[in-house]
C-alpha cells in the first residue's frame, strides 16, 4: 500500500449502514462503517456479492440504504433534495463499462457533464481538452471510442468524470475489463490525481491493484471484516 496521508478532514462518514432488497429477504449491506478522510485513496476489496458496489453506488447517491446514515462533506444525504445537483458537484464515477457514447469522440464524450453548467461552448471545449492531455489523450480527443483501444475509453472515462472538478473519484471495477499494461496505466492516473488531492474510493476484486491504496477494506456478506 502507499503511504497513508497526513491527519485529514472525514469526507465520507456512514453508520450503521444497512440496505436490503426483495422485501428484506436480501441483506447487501449489514451495519457497515466506514471513514474516509479528505485526500485518501481507499480500496474496497470482496468476493462477487458482498456489497461492495452497493455500498459505492450508496456512498455516490446513486442509490438510497435502506436505514443507517451517509454524511458526504459534511452533507447528510438523506437530507439532499437534488442529488443530480450534488452528484454534478461532489462526485465523480468511472464504472467498468466506460459507458461513452458512441458517436461521440473523446472531447464529445468528457463534455456531457458540463452541459449542465454555466461553461460556454468555448470553456467546454477548452476543459476537456485538458482533461484529455492529463490523461495522456491528447492526440486521440478527436475519435470515436470505436478508435480507441478498452484502455484509452477507460482513461476518457476518467477525464469525464473530472469534467466538474469533483472532490471524490468513485471507481467500480475501472480495470475489470482491461490487460494488465492497460490496467496499471489506469491506477498510475488514479495515484496521480490522489497525489493531486482528489479523495478515491475503489471498488475491485484484484489484490494487485487494491495494493495501491492507503488503505484496505475487506468485505464479506455484507459487512467490513478487516481493514488494512
Known amino acids: ?15 450503521n449502514l444497512v440496505k436490503t432488497f426483495e422485501g428484506g429477504l436480501i441483506r447487501a449491506l449489514n451495519g ?6 479528505e485526500g485518501q485513496f481507499i480500496a474496497i476489496m470482496g468476493p462477487s456479492g458482498c456489497g461492495k458496489s452497493t455500498l459505492l453506488y450508496i456512498l455516490g447517491g446513486l442509490d438510497s440504504s435502506t436505514s443507517g446514515e451517509v454524511t458526504v462533506d459534511d452533507v447528510a444525504l438523506c ?3 437534488n442529488l443530480d445537483d450534488f452528484r454534478a458537484r461532489k462526485v465523480g464515477f468511472v464504472f467498468q463499462m466506460h459507458n461513452l457514447i458512441p458517436v461521440l469522440t473523446a472531447r464529445e464524450n468528457v463534455q456531457i457533464p458540463m452541459l449542465e453548467t454555466k ?39 476518467v477525464a469525464r468524470a473530472l469534467a466538474n472538478d469533483p ?24 495515484q496521480g490525481l490522489n497525489k493531486d488531492g482528489r479523495t ?6 484484484d489484490k494487485e491493484i487494491a ?16 481493514q488494512k
Open 119 to 157: 461553461f460556454s461552448k468555448k470553456e467546454r471545449n477548452d476543459k476537456s481538452e485538458k482533461l484529455l492531455a492529463l490523461v495522456g489523450l491528447r492526440e486521440r480527443m478527436n475519435f470515436v471510442p470505436t478508435k480507441l483501444s478498452g484502455g484509452e475509453r477507460q482513461r476518457v472515462a
Open 79 to 81: 437530507t439532499v433534495r
Open 167 to 190: 472532490k471524490i473519484l468513485l471507481a467500480d471495477e475501472p480495470t475489470g475489463n482491461l490487460d494488465s499494461v492497460s490496467s496499471h496505466d489506469i491506477i498510475r492516473l488514479f
Open 1 to 15: 500500500m502507499s503511504e497513508a496521508k497526513g491527519m485529514a478532514n472525514v469526507i465520507i462518514k456512514t453508520r
Open 211 to 226: 495494493e495501491h491504496a492507503n488503505i484496505i477494506y475487506h468485505m464479506q456478506d455484507g459487512k467490513i471484516i478487516e
Open 200 to 205: 478515491i474510493v475503489l471498488v475491485t476484486h
Open 32 to 37: 457497515v462503517n466506514i471513514e474516509v478522510s
